[in-house]
């Protein structure tokens, strides 16, 4: 099966430190894509970071970047100088094929980040 | 703002009755997904459409249907509601049929009493 694990359902990090939610997921594709997404208290999930499969390099956007283990399938996302507004659910997601020819996310169960000031 | 639109944000009905979620995607978006999340489920693939037909379906109920019409825009339709389909509905849509990322609106919170 083709799942999303994030181990740890909550975190809390001090304002201004760094913090890092783990993920790991299990596939059999080689060629996919990666995101962690943000669900603050309005709902909406936005999309904080995105990683493809066959670059090495690991993605960064501004004070989120990621560690992209691929043979370990791991894909930890780091928040740097953590600011109250981070403080939401994050939801790591895998893009999964489908029948058809077709695609969709698969998300993991998530991890509640808390920002203490 | 994503530019995905759902309406309505809030929905209270009682079991046995049907509801319909609207969604209209962003500018140029071909593809519309539905999830459904729930609190002991997560985020739960429902269906997608791409440009007017049904391309996947994931984990939805019988008593679910959804269409895109020409417009794009698209609705989900959820019939002899149960206790247990309480849960938030998203939209979401992509450019094309292939996803590099999902464009989410703000959800319909649906509450069946």
């Known amino acids: 099966a083709q799942t999303v694990t994030q181990s740890q359902p909550e975190m809390s990090v001090q304002e201004a430190e760094t913090v890092t939610l783990s993920c790991t997921y299990d596939?059999?594709?080689?060629?996919?894509?990666l995101f962690w997404y943000k669900q603050p208290p309005s709902r909406q999930m936005i999309l904080v970071i995105r990683?493809?499969?066959?670059?090495?390099q690991n993605a960064t956007e501004n004070r989120f970047s990621v560690n992209f283990q691929k043979a370990a399938k791991s894909f930890s996302l780091k928040i740097s100088d953590s600011q109250l507004g981070d403080a939401a659910m994050y939801f790591c997601?895998?893009?999964?094929?489908?029948?058809?020819?077709?695609?969709?996310?698969?998300f993991g169960k998530g991890t509640k980040l808390t920002v203490n000031p | 703002d994503s530019g995905v639109t759902q309406t309505p944000k809030h929905l209270i009905t009682a079991t046995g009755q049907r509801v319909t979620l609207r969604c209209s995607p962003r500018?140029?978006?071909?593809?519309v997904y539905w999830y459904q999340q729930s609190l002991d489920q997560g985020l739960q693939f429902l269906i997608q459409?791409?440009?007017?037909?049904?391309?996947a379906k994931g984990n939805i109920l019988e008593r679910f249907s959804a269409q895109q019409f020409p417009d794009l825009h698209s609705e989900l339709n959820l019939s002899s509601l149960e206790l247990g389909d309480s849960a938030l509905y998203f939209c979401?849509?992509?450019?094309?049929?292939?996803?590099?990322?999902?464009?989410f609106g703000e959800g319909s919170r649906l509450t069946v009493l």
């Open positions: 979401a849509s992509s450019p094309r049929q292939y996803v590099g990322e999902l464009f």
């Open positions: 596939t059999s594709e080689s060629d996919y894509y």
């Open positions: 990683q493809e499969a066959y670059k090495q």
């Open positions: 997601a895998y893009r999964r094929h489908m029948q058809g020819g077709s695609e969709k996310l698969v």
């Open positions: 500018s140029g978006d071909l593809s």
């Open positions: 459409y791409y440009n007017g037909e049904e391309r």
